[in-house]
């Protein structure tokens, strides 16, 4: 019983509303109605465009500004990789240091900062920056033999390439 007025309801909404687009379109000259809905369309579309564009924009602005922040600190990175190899008598400071330079990679990654892999890889100039090169047998050619300084990306773009020695 409470479905049937309900049913009813919607039926009579629904004329209600059939009845006033219909006057509207009585009320205005056919040809100036269509130019009226179909402007009414475009701008529609035309906003539905501008909000996809500014996402758009607005992440690429994020990662911008999140590459910027993360190539001023990787020389920091840089150090505290090169503290952590270095031979101490004192564990508790070298586990120290480890802990913190997992700590600085485990955020990075949180962000999405990835570190671009070198060794053993085909050289890619738009990953890799060739410092030197080396003649092997047993690599590959153009296959990268070493790794001077690690590079990283965000997504697909390099915020600092990999500096590496290049085989054959």
Not at 55 to 61: F, Q, V
Not at 65 to 79: F, M, Q, S
Not at 96 to 104: S, T
Not at 120 to 141: M, R
């Amino acid at each position: 019983m409470d479905e049937n007025k309900e049913d009813n309801k919607e039926k009579k909404q629904e004329t209600k509303q059939n009845e006033k687009e219909q006057l509207a379109k009585d009320m205005v000259p056919k040809q100036d109605y269509e130019e009226l809905e179909d402007r009414y369309k475009r701008i529609l579309a035309e906003f539905e465009n501008f909000k996809k564009r500014s996402s758009k924009e607005r992440e690429g602005l994020y990662n911008s500004i999140l590459a910027d922040v993360v190539e001023v600190i990787l020389p920091v990175l840089d150090n505290l990789e090169n503290a952590a190899k270095v031979n101490t008598e004192d564990e508790e400071y070298k586990k120290g240091v480890e802990l913190v330079l997992k700590q600085f990679k485990d955020v990075l990654q949180a962000k999405g900062v990835e570190e671009i892999k070198a060794v053993g890889e085909t050289f890619d100039p738009e990953l890799h920056e060739a410092v030197s090169s080396i003649q092997d047998e047993n690599l590959g050619e153009k296959e990268i033999a070493e790794e001077y300084r690690k590079g990283y990306k965000i997504g697909s773009r390099v915020i600092r390439h990999s500096m590496v020695v290049v085989a054959n």
